[in-house]
T-cell receptor
């Protein structure tokens, strides 16, 4: 079982729609959860962090965490062409090891 | 605040040659990570340092890869000898805290091509 798994892409959404990205993790002791955005040819950029169950909103981004289900998600509201990128889910495992999923590529159609 | 610095940005070598990458983390950051990212995949953790001690190197191919972090600041990652499958982007990241609730920031990466 992979440590961090993301829903397979690519995901194509029309401009203005909501993009929904999902991630599950294997270590029940994980404490910290992050979403990174990576444009083609660039390094990952941190866009959201979440540490407790529930929702966390930052602008058009909402992260949701459910530790009982070992599930974390990212919603992008009012998607813009500039949101087209690969989104990486990252989880800090019990020994503080930071592990990444394979990423989901999002394309926003104008 | 300066970000994570990496050099070189690009490197092309022949198989069986050696190569070294350098990383300077954000000032004051105790944790430093080296990741390998193959095209189309997520970053794979090679080694994680806490100050100058190794926290995790379980996925580091120790027969050819080595890494050190001198005085708990700068770090170098070396590959010797390189194989074709080592072609990837090598990313360095750093974070500030010693606990789990810390955010990691990446450098620009070094793109390695082995021919």
């Amino acid at each position: 079982q992979k440590e961090v798994e993301q829903n397979s892409g690519p995901l194509s959404v029309p401009e203005g729609a909501i993009a929904s990205l999902n991630c599950t993790y294997s270590d029940r002791g994980s404490q910290s959860f992050f979403w990174y955005r990576q444009y083609s040819g660039k390094s990952p950029e941190l866009i959201m962090s979440i540490y407790s169950n529930g929702d966390k909103e930052d602008g058009r981004f909402t992260a949701q965490l459910n530790k009982a289900s070992q599930y974390v998600s990212l919603l992008i509201r009012d998607s813009q062409p500039s949101d087209s990128a690969t989104y990486l889910c990252a989880v800090t495992m019990g020994d503080y090891k930071l592990s990444f999923g394979a990423g989901t590529t999002v394309t926003v159609r104008a | 605040e300066a970000g994570v610095a990496q050099s070189p940005r690009y490197k092309i070598i022949e198989k069986r040659q050696s190569v070294a990458f350098w990383c300077n983390p954000i000032s004051g950051h105790a944790t430093l990570y080296w990741y390998q990212q193959i095209l189309g995949q997520g970053p794979k953790l090679l080694i994680q340092f806490q100050n100058n001690g190794v926290v995790d190197d379980s996925q580091l191919p120790k027969d050819r890869f080595s890494a050190e972090r001198l005085k708990g600041v700068d770090s170098t990652l070396k590959i010797q000898p390189a194989k074709l499958e080592d072609s990837a982007v090598y990313l360095c990241a750093s974070s500030s805290g010693q606990g789990a609730n810390t955010e990691a920031f990446f450098g620009q990466g070094t793109r390695l091509t082995v021919v």
